[in-house]
């Protein structure tokens, strides 16, 4: 009997997204058609977190064929057509995919999905973070800020979707790794790459891989100077500074394409970062002062915009140079640290975000996470007042440095624990949201 009720579950599931794939594929949405198909993968998959991205879509068909059950009933009642089979059998698809929703929350789900039973919780929070800002941004932009929209209209779901699993995988991995850092400078790298190549292909002529088919340099002072020299456009600034409040300082080492240029300039230059003075970061001041002054001195004067192009080149091209050398030979990574002047907004306008890295009581000062540190956040005054300095990104690679386990992230009201998980699996799924509309 239990077995027969698993396998009606199962059916129950797989026959929802399928009947609901036809009736998307009858709408003509190709993309929804076979982005409910993929789900099957879950199924398939066994992993535990399905339990909780299924559940939710089942009752969502549920709740669509109701709707659709209503209209068309009311239409053949309306023109005096029969309608009381149409109504039993929209009556049984609805029942049919209540009881996949309700199947996915049983003991016998818990019992066939058994595979990652650790983190599937924050797995499905990553996944479905991913697809709801993902969809939100897709319905409410005038342009498509999906690239599979500039290419085959209509199949943003399937990319959202794609991306939704995407972000579920790696808030695994993030989680249950003992060395975090890697894997961040992996998918970070990842990022960069997919970013570059687009601009690649877009100064190629390749205009639907630019988010508004023209092309912007990618220098991360722009986001300030920017606005100031055009007195408008306010999409980064704004972006940037949502972005802060919600994930503090962690924009500059999780979702900065220039930043995962410098980590790896930094990383493949030496191994352990070497010692420089705390007073390096707020260099950065002055760059910021400069990138301001200098864009509201271009407007003012009203100098042409293909001189403000040219002096925003060459600030960019004196921060490649400092990535490929200042950050090889000190492993360090000088850009972010003491010459990019967002980096400083980050790291001030991050104190007004919850996020923190503490250092518990019983610290010996052995130096360790030190060590680990690419920002220059964790010298001995620093750890000496239990707390990691001003320009801390919240990276995270100093968790597994530490030898008696007394770094952490820290949040109000959560465990140290309860708290990375949370942060991980929210900076995890905002990199799979700019991963997906990640254009110049």
């Known amino acids: 009997m239990g077995l027969f009720m698993s396998i009606l579950g199962i059916f129950s599931l797989v026959f929802g997204l399928v009947v609901y794939a036809a009736h998307a594929l009858r709408l003509g949405d190709m993309g929804l058609s076979v982005a409910m198909l993929s789900l099957i993968g879950l199924i398939i998959s066994s992993r535990r977190y399905a339990i909780f991205v299924l559940g939710p879509v089942l009752f969502l068909i549920a709740g669509a064929f109701a709707f659709a059950a209503y209209d068309f009933v009311a239409f053949r009642r309306a023109f005096g057509l029969p309608y009381v089979r149409l109504a039993i059998i929209m009556s049984m698809v609805v029942a049919l995919c209540l ?174 970062p070497k010692k420089l003075s705390q007073l390096l970061p707020y260099v950065r001041v002055a760059t910021l002062f400069l990138s301001i002054a200098l864009a509201l001195g271009l407007r003012l004067l009203g100098v042409g915009l293909n001189v403000a192009i040219a002096l925003a080149a060459v600030f960019g091209l004196v921060g490649i140079g400092v990535m490929v050398t200042l950050s090889r030979a000190t492993g360090v990574m000088m850009h972010c640290v003491s010459y990019c002047p967002i980096g400083i907004i980050g790291n001030v306008l991050g104190k007004l975000s919850p996020w923190r890295i503490k250092i518990g009581p019983g610290c010996d000062g052995c130096g360790r996470c030190s060590r680990a540190c690419r920002y220059l956040a964790l010298s001995p005054v620093d750890l000496a007042k239990g707390q990691a300095g001003l320009s801390c990104t919240l990276c995270g690679d100093c968790l597994q440095a530490c030898p008696g386990g007394r770094l952490g992230y820290r949040f109000p009201g959560l465990s140290a624990d309860a708290a990375r998980t949370a942060y991980f699996t929210l900076v995890v799924s905002l990199h799979a949201v700019f991963l997906g509309v990640a254009r110049i």
């Open 99 to 272: 009881a996949g929703g309700i199947f996915s929350f049983s003991r016998r789900a818990l019992q066939f999905f058994h595979r990652d039973q650790v983190r599937y919780r924050a797995q499905a929070v990553a996944f479905w973070l991913t697809v709801g800002l993902l969809f939100m941004a897709r319905s409410m932009a005038k342009i498509p800020v999906l690239l599979i929209d500039r290419f085959a209209p209509g199949w943003g779901p399937l990319e959202i979707v794609l991306l939704g699993f995407y972000a579920a995988w790696l808030g695994g991995k993030m989680l249950d790794a003992q060395d975090s850092g890697k894997i961040r400078s992996r998918y970070w790298a990842v990022f960069c790459l997919v970013f570059f190549v687009q601009l690649g292909l877009g100064l190629c002529g390749e205009t639907k891989f630019l988010m508004t088919g023209s092309l912007h340099l990618p220098v991360p002072a722009l986001i300030v100077a920017g606005p100031i020299f055009r007195g408008g456009g306010y999409f980064m600034p704004i972006l940037y500074i949502s972005t802060v409040f919600l994930v503090g300082a962690g924009w500059c080492s999780h979702l900065c394409y220039i930043g995962a240029a410098d980590n790896l300039c930094a990383r493949h230059g030496r191994r352990t």
